[in-house]
């Protein structure tokens, strides 16, 4: 079945730059899109068609993709942003319609 | 404001039954396809089901085909699971969201708990 491969763990300092990395071989023909979840809460929609950020969701958040990786990019890491997070996309050749990474904890130092 | 709330999760027996409901409201229901997804205790999201509108078109992820029937009563803004032969491993959280195609799966209900032991 179709995988989506995420780091484990990503720890940043206040203020730096955090980059989470998702891989998948059908990432160069499907959308990515990333989920933020805080302890105990539904997952946010932080990023959609690999790139865009919905309404709400702050501009240190950004989206990029090269080949078959996508990033997820937080300039100006805050502590309000420790969480975890999941890059999600489809499998081109057929089900299962939707696939999760299996997540990366996002600690700031 | 649109809101999703999912009821019907508790304590089932391994081989028993149970059928979980999401009420949603604040837009059209009846436009949008829907989703479960759902998250086991400390581990991560794994989709279950998909739903397009017009429950003409359902999808299943192999952990649950066979098990789980996934429903929508456009009438009433609900979405339902039913899921049968429940396992030890389908103990989570199940989470219904909302499938916006191109712009992602948003937003998502607070959640509700399914535990099956015995």
């Known amino acids: 079945s179709y995988e989506l491969t995420q780091p484990p763990s990503v720890s940043v300092s206040p203020g730096q730059t955090a980059r989470i990395t998702c891989s998948g071989d059908a990432l160069p023909k499907q959308y990515a899109y990333w989920y933020q979840q805080k302890p105990g809460q539904a997952p946010v929609l932080v990023i959609y068609?690999?790139?865009e950020r919905p309404s709400g969701i702050p501009e240190r958040f950004s989206g990029s993709s090269s080949g078959t990786t996508v990033t997820l990019t937080i300039s100006g890491v805050q502590a309000e942003d420790e969480a975890d997070y999941y890059c999600q996309s489809a499998d081109s050749s057929g089900t299962p319609y939707v696939v999760f990474g299996g997540g990366t904890k996002l600690t700031v130092l | 404001e649109v809101q999703l709330v999912e009821s019907g999760g508790g304590l089932v027996q391994p081989g028993g039954s149970l059928r979980l409901s999401c009420a949603a409201s604040g837009f059209t229901f009846s436009s949008y396809s829907m989703n479960w997804v759902r998250q086991a205790p400390g581990k991560g999201l794994e989709w279950v089901s998909y739903?397009?509108?017009?429950?003409?078109?359902?999808y299943y992820a192999d952990s649950v085909k066979g098990r789980f029937t996934i429903s929508r009563d456009n009438a009433k803004n609900s979405l339902y699971l039913q899921m049968n032969s429940l396992r030890a491993e389908d103990t989570a959280v199940y989470y219904c969201?909302?499938?916006?195609?191109?712009?992602?799966?948003?937003?998502w209900g607070q959640g509700t708990l399914v535990t099956v032991s015995s």
């Open positions: 969201a909302r499938e916006t195609g191109t712009i992602g799966i948003d937003p």
């Open positions: 068609k690999d790139s």
């Open positions: 739903i397009s509108s017009s429950s003409s078109t359902i």
